[in-house]
């Protein structure tokens, strides 16, 4: 068994075809290496000229590219025929096209994004309803990470037809508040204690200045909004302060948030009726 297995290794080792594989080999391995280190030179040449997107668009075409160019070598190095594999791959280049149209769809949507620009690697965006953090932008798709650690891939396609909402695109972003007081309540003392609370806030900005607004009167109060101007950083920072200092405050001036209430109406000619509850 030994001898056998002995006479297995010697003929591998003397076969014709092991140079061929070896050089295969190290010419796959040294190739793939070596196009690591030219993207990686170039993408730190194209340094703060380029997006992000555009860097690693570029980064990955140059590399893939190489694959097929060491591919092609390997098999000319082991004596298969080129042009058996083009004309082979002509036909089959047609029945996949028809195969892939969705996927050549994606790649043309893809040149749109980068050379449209309407978000960045590290942009906060919506689409359709899916908020997340844009960590890849590649010739099919996109993906991004939501903040509950989620991760969702957005067809190329999808990003050019729907309505995308870049959330962190400018620096400066106003948060609206939406609240409401009861109709026995003095507006022009609810506006100042909320000017006065936006003022004092550290997160909410002078200028671009706190913006107040009697919306309506609703079936239970009058419906103000408050929309106070911030870095987009202190989103979480705005939100939680304000929220905490708008009840402290109301509760202060005895300013009363009203809850849903009905009014039961019988008619003139009728005498009041008492209604009362019972404890069980």
């Known amino acids: 068994m030994f001898s056998g297995f002995t006479e297995f290794i010697k003929s591998i080792l003397t076969h014709p075809a092991l140079p061929v594989v070896i050089r295969s080999l190290a010419v796959l391995f040294g190739g793939?290496?070596?196009?690591?280190?030219?993207t990686h030179f170039i993408g730190k040449r194209m340094g703060k000229k380029y997006s992000p997107q555009v860097q690693m668009l570029t980064r990955k075409g140059i590399f893939y590219t190489g694959i097929i160019l060491l591919l092609?070598?390997?098999?000319?190095?082991?004596?298969?025929k080129m042009s058996a594999i083009f004309g082979a791959a002509g036909i089959?280049?047609?029945?996949?096209?028809?195969?892939?149209q969705t996927s050549i769809s994606n790649i043309i949507s893809g040149i749109f994004l980068v050379s449209e620009k309407p978000f960045a690697l590290g942009d906060?965006?919506?689409?359709?309803?899916?908020?997340?953090?844009?960590?890849?932008?590649?010739?099919?798709?996109?993906?991004?990470?939501t903040f509950d650690n989620l991760f969702i891939r957005i067809p190329n396609t999808t990003i050019i037809n729907t309505n995308v909402t870049n959330i962190t695109r400018y620096p400066l972003r106003r948060m609206n508040f939406e609240l409401s007081v009861a109709y026995k309540e003095d507006l022009s003392h609810v506006r100042g204690v909320l000017m006065d609370i936006a003022m004092k806030n550290p997160y909410?900005?002078?200028?671009?200045?706190?913006?107040?607004?009697?919306?309506?009167?609703?079936?239970?109060?009058?419906?103000l909004l408050l929309g106070l101007w911030f870095e987009?950083?202190?989103?979480?920072?705005?939100?939680?302060?304000?929220?905490?200092?708008?009840?402290?405050?109301?509760?202060?001036?005895?300013?009363?948030?009203?809850?849903?209430?009905?009014?039961?109406?019988?008619?003139?000619?009728?005498?009041?009726?008492?209604?009362?509850?019972?404890?069980?």
Do not use: W
């Not at 280049?93 to 892939?100: N, S």
């Not at 906060?124 to 990470?145: F, H, P």
């Not at 909410?204 to 419906?223: H, M, N, Q, R």
């Open 232 to 280: 987009k950083n202190d989103y979480t920072d705005l939100k939680n302060s304000i929220m905490t200092e708008i009840l402290e405050r109301f509760r202060k001036e005895s300013i009363e948030i009203p809850f849903p209430h009905i009014s039961v109406y019988t008619g003139e000619t009728t005498k009041p009726f008492p209604v009362a509850s019972q404890k069980k």
């Open 204 to 223: 909410c900005l002078d200028d671009p200045a706190p913006y107040f607004l009697i919306k309506e009167f609703g079936t239970s109060g009058v419906a």
């Open 32 to 38: 793939t290496l070596l196009l690591k280190v030219i």
């Open 124 to 145: 906060i965006i919506s689409v359709e309803g899916k908020l997340g953090i844009v960590e890849s932008m590649d010739l099919l798709s996109i993906k991004l990470k």
């Open 92 to 100: 089959a280049g047609i029945a996949i096209g028809f195969a892939a």
């Open 72 to 80: 092609f070598y390997v098999l000319q190095q082991a004596g298969v």
